[in-house]
DNA sequence: ACCTATTATTAGTCAAGACTAACTTTGCAA
DNA sequence: TTGCAAAGTTAGTCTTGACTAATAATAGGT
């Protein structure tokens, strides 16, 4: 047995990093399915092009991430046309789109400039749990 | 000539995303380091296996991540010795540990619980540029 | 001193996410 | 209508970070 003593909050702090690896996993296809979003209501469709110029990668990288994300169900697509998102992929992102307009919303209220507001949202509201999100809401709110 | 008109901010969302990308490939290294300078502070020392339980990997994948932090310069190791931050290695925890300090005071003074706040700091640290570190500062100064 | 448990290492595998280079398809303009 | 540029695809490679399984070293207890 090992219910002596000596890990008490290792295991919680292992349970921490967990998470945050399972985070990062995710971190890419929330990113895809809100830029696809984005793109289909700013341009009328999501084509990898524009994925690929967006994000700074090669077309080939767009590919092979939209495999996966087909694969997992988030996205549709046929050889040579656009990207469609399935339903899973559309409330996905509804829920990244929030997130993100309340961690962006959060970091101007707090005095961060927009261009800089904008960057640090893009990397922090994958890890901001629930109750930090209603923080971040509280404070616009009480503002 | 493409300077005409339709990639204004599309260059712009593409650094933020490879900034993005290389903040992750740090994240690693800033855990492993932040880690270690715990260990050697608390224990005396830093053993392989506390980074393997505290992280919640295998002993292997430790012996992985080490061996690629010497060849970056940040640790130093012998065989079935214990691991050692170089110079470089303790300039960057010490870095960390305040970043990740400042990030955590900031979540409780928001009124995020404690749990939470050291779970989520671990997270957001590596993604909080340094105006709004600054900002994070300042309100736990004036809060 | 030696055995055994703990710890560390090595070898081999896998998936994700990136790349280049070569190829194919599409669709628009002349 | 065809021909070429833009867009998309495929194949092959690399690194990181994870794993398991097998092996090796160390160190503590008797």
Redesign the pocket.
């Known amino acids: 047995m090992t219910d002596t003593a000596p890990l008490p909050d290792e295991a919680d702090q292992a349970r921490t990093f967990t998470r945050l690896?399972e985070a990062h996993?995710s971190?890419?296809t929330e990113d895809y399915v809100e830029l696809i979003a984005d793109l289909i209501d700013s341009e009328g469709e999501a084509?990898?092009?524009a994925l690929?110029n967006r994000?700074?990668?090669?077309?080939?990288?767009v590919?092979?991430?939209?495999k996966?994300l087909e694969r997992d169900g988030y996205v549709t697509?046929r050889?040579?046309?656009?990207i469609f998102l399935t339903d899973k992929g559309r409330a996905l992102a509804e829920d990244c789109r929030e997130r993100h307009q309340i961690v962006t919303q959060f970091l101007l209220a707090l005095g961060v400039s927009a261009d800089v507001a904008e960057a640090d949202a893009e990397g922090i509201e994958h890890h901001v749990s629930a109750e930090t999100l209603d923080a971040f809401r509280n404070f616009i709110a009480t503002k």
Do not use: I, K
């Not at 994000?55 to 990288?61: D, I, Q, S």
């Not at 590919?63 to 939209?66: A, G, L, Q």
């Not at 050889?79 to 656009?82: A, G, L």
């Open positions: 690896r996993a971190e890419v084509r990898a092009v690929a994000f700074g990668v090669t077309p080939a990288t590919n092979n991430t939209v996966r697509s050889p040579y046309r656009s």
